[in-house]
């Protein structure tokens, strides 16, 4: 797959673009665009179009080349006379392919039950972003509490499930019977702040037992 990344790094330098500037505009790790360069890793289609859409490029061309990459990996795998094999055997090799570099990451709302979306992520050392492959989840912002965090109704946040509370740190959480988004600032060993920001600063002061952990916001993916 070096030409497809051959041509993503060519239209990367074109625009003046590094490596790290691309992967965060794809939401992804920039060791993942490095390899993808050099041949190491592949994208599926979902993320050559996306790839397209921030380098300008031409993605019919990208698409054709990288149908015809994957065509000519087949062919050294099966004897000359299985050279016309069915395309839906392909599209399994593909598929099991991504599957041991990409990670289906699911978009959830508050309460965790409704699966609403998914995006793929890379797997690096047998984990996503930096955290357990099975920890991983996408929130879709339900409200405007921390408009003043810029975290708006509609983003997406990339978040890892956790019960361990981090200062100064963002998370989804459960109080006063409600599951929120704060940000929780430790006071003491007995006492938190909880910080929310609804176009004015509004602080709450809680136990370390009156509120349960749910997830914490690691980045967020701005809705334009």
């Known amino acids: ?13 074109s625009k003046g673009m590094t ?9 992804v790790a920039e060791s993942f665009i490095n390899e993808v360069e050099n041949g190491r890793k592949v994208v599926n289609e979902s993320l050559m179009d996306r790839i397209g859409k921030v380098l300008g490029g031409d993605l019919e061309d990208m698409s054709s080349m990288m149908n015809a990459a994957i065509m000519e990996e087949e ?18 090799i593909w598929n099991d392919a991504l599957g041991s570099v990409l990670k289906s990451v699911g978009i959830f709302g508050y309460d965790l039950s409704k699966l609403v979306g ?5 797997i690096i050392s047998n984990k996503v972003e930096g955290f357990a492959q099975d920890k991983v989840l996408y ?19 990339f978040a890892n499930l956790t019960s361990e509370i981090e200062n100064n740190a963002i998370f989804l959480l459960d109080y006063n ?29 809680a136990s370390p037992k009156e509120i349960k952990v749910i997830a914490k916001l690691n980045r967020l993916e701005i809705k334009l």
Do not use: C, Y
């Not at 998914?118 to 890379?122: A, E, G, I, R």
């Open 19 to 27: 490596q790290k500037q691309l992967a965060k505009k794809l939401g």
């Open 177 to 205: 019977g409600e599951r929120v988004l704060r940000q929780i600032k430790k006071l003491d060993a007995n006492k938190l702040l909880l910080i929310s920001n609804r176009g004015s600063l509004r602080t709450e002061t």
């Open 118 to 122: 998914k995006k793929d992520l890379p």
């Open 139 to 157: 929130l879709q912002i339900e409200n405007d509490d921390l408009i003043g965090f810029r975290i708006a109704k509609g983003d997406l946040a």
């Open 1 to 13: 797959m070096s030409g497809i990344g051959e041509k993503i790094k060519n239209a990367r330098n």
């Open 75 to 92: 062919k050294t795998k099966i004897a000359p006379k299985k050279v016309n094999k069915p395309v839906e055997s392909i599209n399994e």
